[in-house]
């Protein structure tokens, strides 16, 4: 069974048509969806989940305290080391769900700093992102820098400073016109 790690953005609260979609794709082949606990894109995903009856969901957690699970699905708590706060908190859990997923689902602002991290982490480990950039409604497939290049040609330059200042990221940004890559067919 093909695991899928759904994730998004705080500031994303409500999922368009164009997103309901690509998860009821998601359903009809059975994939296996883990997502976090967060407000946002995750407590959204995790309604429309819900009410759609979608059982084979998994909520991960970090430090053992779930914030949110609309459906009662059963929560892996991913364990964070004494003293560590803050986004790095909330990282463990995403990093746990990269490693598991064969390929990422991201509801992106375009500003999320986490929602980014996980588009790259995922990428680094050669796994498919299907990335949907709110600001444009447009979905764009990562799985390459250069597929990352053409996503980020999309954003406002200077939001993707202000994330490369608070996650170390270093982004490939550039002058340089790439042409559009057709979305995964999920």
Not at 71 to 94: E, L, Q
Not at 151 to 160: F, K, M, P, R, T
Request: glycine share 8%; net charge positive; charged share 25%.
């Amino acid at each position: 069974m093909k695991t899928v790690f759904v994730s998004g953005s705080r500031a994303i609260g409500r999922l368009n048509e164009a997103v309901r979609d690509r998860l009821r794709n998601v359903m009809r082949q059975s994939f296996q969806v883990i997502l976090g606990d967060a407000n946002g894109a995750d407590k959204a995903v995790q309604n429309f989940l819900h009410e759609s009856g979608y059982r084979q969901v998994e909520i991960f957690s970090s430090g053992g305290r779930c914030r949110n699970n609309v459906g009662a699905w059963p929560v892996r708590a991913v364990a964070v080391a004494k003293g560590v706060a803050g986004r790095d908190f909330y990282t463990a859990k995403d990093r746990k769900m990269a490693a598991e997923a064969d390929f990422g689902m991201v509801l992106w602002d375009g500003k999320s700093p986490g929602s980014l991290e996980n588009i790259v982490e995922l990428a680094n480990q050669e796994k498919p992102v299907l990335v949907y950039l709110a600001p444009h409604q447009a979905f764009h497939t990562v799985t390459t820098v250069d597929t990352l290049r053409r996503l980020l040609a999309d954003c406002n330059v200077a939001d993707l400073e202000q994330i490369s200042r608070k996650t170390g990221l270093i982004l490939p940004t550039g002058p340089e016109s790439i042409p559009r890559q057709e979305a995964l067919a999920f």
